[in-house]
């Protein structure tokens, strides 16, 4: 009895003490953490950028360890790190061509990724512009239209599982001259290219993009509106589904928590465009975005009869962080709408002729929207803002406000953000911006005349550059503050390298970049 007594005691003490080691082995492995900024090189051609490295081991500054850090660039060539000490380490990358560059750290077990993007050309003080990190925002598939909030804390981004080379070229893929449209969609399939416009590509339908409307999609293929047949005009219509997500900022700086900001639309094909956000201090917004209401007859949503059947501007709200239905859509069993029912209401603009399109909004000081801006990319390719000179948001009395020369010059004007300082936009393949004088010579705070404007100030340049990787043009810019900094979140088109077509296959993916 003693014997097994003093056994058992000896084997718990062995196992304990065992355990205890291996615990305390446990608890003493360290835990190793990577992060990096890029800073840009301002200099004559292409801007070189420095990666600063910070290497961290259980929350503790690491040096001494630039042997082991593991670099790995897709293109360019880079220096030797450098050791800086107190845990910073350095490196400068050299790029040979606009695009992305690609940047992957690793030291033992953990490894770091961030992508840098090489423009043409920046305006002097600008940061180093970086592709948006994580893997929930830049897919292999369609995405547009991002829009930042005023707090950076959430970005929407329009997508879709579909190429955009698809959407520039389906008339000339599917080309026919049987039919008003210019084009058969339905003997299209098969024709040279056509996987542009037939294939997905990018995610759907999953955790990145969850409750993705698939109505017309099967085994991976885009059905479009094929029902959709009327006599000579058309058959079938090509429509790419595309929905709008929000996602939020993450501590690591990603974003991911995608929602829904969709109509409840099975087909996702009727897709509105260029949302605008007013934050509230209770965690919602007012919102604004463009669409082409199918069903609101002549009128257009405006109070005058007889307007024309384009995009317009409509308001709602919505909590942060929840999907959105912006309304029911139901179809026809060939493929026509049935019937669509907004939940979100047009903005009493005396007229709705002609486009408006991507508004944004301007404040006063209290948070109400007093002006909306808006373009027009389908037919004058220029800017204009809607005054509120009576009332209130969203009825009230609207004045369309013509933007001078200065603004609206020859070339293509679009996507407009306005600070109450400075008016950004896209021109051409570039992001401009012109500072608003309102108190300079003839202009008396309005926005008509030229003296209100400065001369164009080019912040992003894409030369329209079509090699394989280099980027094409920029757009879509919108504005944050976060930690006390302001950063300008833009959309780039890149030649995607892909050799199963002989077409340029373009993708667009969402970038950001420091301001001053």
């Not at 040096?63 to 030797?80: H, M, P, R, V, Y």
């Not at 605008?276 to 209401?293: E, H, M, P, Q, Y």
Request: some cysteine; hydrophobic content about 30%.
């Amino acid at each position: 009895m003693k014997i097994s007594l003093i056994l058992c005691l000896l084997f718990f003490y062995s196992c304990s003490k065992k355990e205890n080691t291996e615990s305390n082995q446990q608890d003493t492995e360290p835990s190793y953490s990577l992060s990096l900024t890029m800073e840009r090189i301002n200099q004559a051609g292409l801007d070189p950028f420095k990666v600063n490295v910070e290497l961290k081991s259980n929350d503790n500054l690491l040096s001494g360890e630039a042997s082991d850090i593991s670099i790995s660039l897709e293109k360019g060539s880079k220096t030797a790190i450098t050791d800086l000490g107190n845990g910073q380490y350095s490196f400068t990358v050299t790029p040979t061509t606009t695009g992305e560059y690609p940047v992957t750290l690793t030291y033992k077990d953990v490894s770091l990724t961030r992508v840098g993007i090489v423009l043409d050309a920046q305006l002097s003080g600008t940061g180093q512009p970086m592709a948006v990190p994580g893997d929930y925002v830049n897919t292999e598939g369609y995405e547009d239209g991002a829009t930042i909030t005023s707090d950076g804390q959430y970005l929407f981004v329009q997508y879709g599982p579909v190429y955009f080379s698809g959407i520039l070229n389906y008339s000339s893929i599917c080309s026919s001259g049987s039919y008003s449209a210019g084009y058969d969609l339905n003997n299209c399939d098969g024709r040279t290219n056509s996987s542009l416009v037939f294939n997905t590509v990018g995610p759907f339908a999953d955790s990145k993009r969850p409750s993705f409307p698939t109505g017309n999609i099967q085994n991976n293929k885009l059905l479009h509106l094929n029902d959709l047949i009327l006599a000579t005009n058309f058959n079938g219509i090509v429509s790419f589904p595309t929905v709008f997500y929000g996602f939020k900022r993450q501590d690591d700086g990603t974003f991911a928590e995608p929602f829904l900001l969709a109509f409840n639309d099975e087909k996702g094909v009727n897709g509105p465009f260029g949302p605008s956000f007013v934050l509230k201090s209770d965690g919602t917004a007012d919102f604004l975005i463009a669409w082409n209401n199918y069903f609101d007859g002549n009128a257009d949503g405006g109070i005058s009869t007889g307007e024309d059947d384009k995009p317009d501007i409509y308001y709602g709200s919505l909590t942060l962080g929840v999907d959105k239905n912006l309304g029911d859509v139901t179809f026809n069993s060939n493929d026509t709408f049935n019937s669509i029912t907004p939940t979100i209401s047009p903005v009493s603009f005396s007229s709705h002729s002609g486009v408006q399109g991507n508004p944004h909004a301007t404040t006063d000081q209290s948070g109400n929207i007093i002006a909306i801006w808006t373009d027009d990319e389908q037919v004058s390719h220029d800017l204009s803002v809607y005054r509120l000179s009576a009332g209130s948001f969203p009825n009230g009395t609207w004045v369309r406000d013509t933007l001078p020369s200065k603004i609206s010059t020859g070339a293509e004007e679009n996507q407009p953000f306005f600070t109450g300082s400075r008016l950004y936009f896209r021109r051409g393949t570039n992001i401009v911006y012109h500072d608003y004088t309102p108190n300079s010579g003839s202009c008396s705070s309005t926005y008509t005349h030229n003296d209100c404007w400065g001369s164009e100030v080019k912040v992003l340049e894409a030369n329209g550059s079509t090699g394989v990787g280099e980027i094409f043009t920029v757009g879509e810019p919108t504005l944050a503050q976060y930690n006390g900094k302001t950063y300008l979140y833009f959309v780039y088109v890149m030649r995607r390298n892909n050799l199963t077509v002989s077409l340029n296959d373009y993708n667009i993916n969402v970038g950001f970049v420091e301001i001053q």
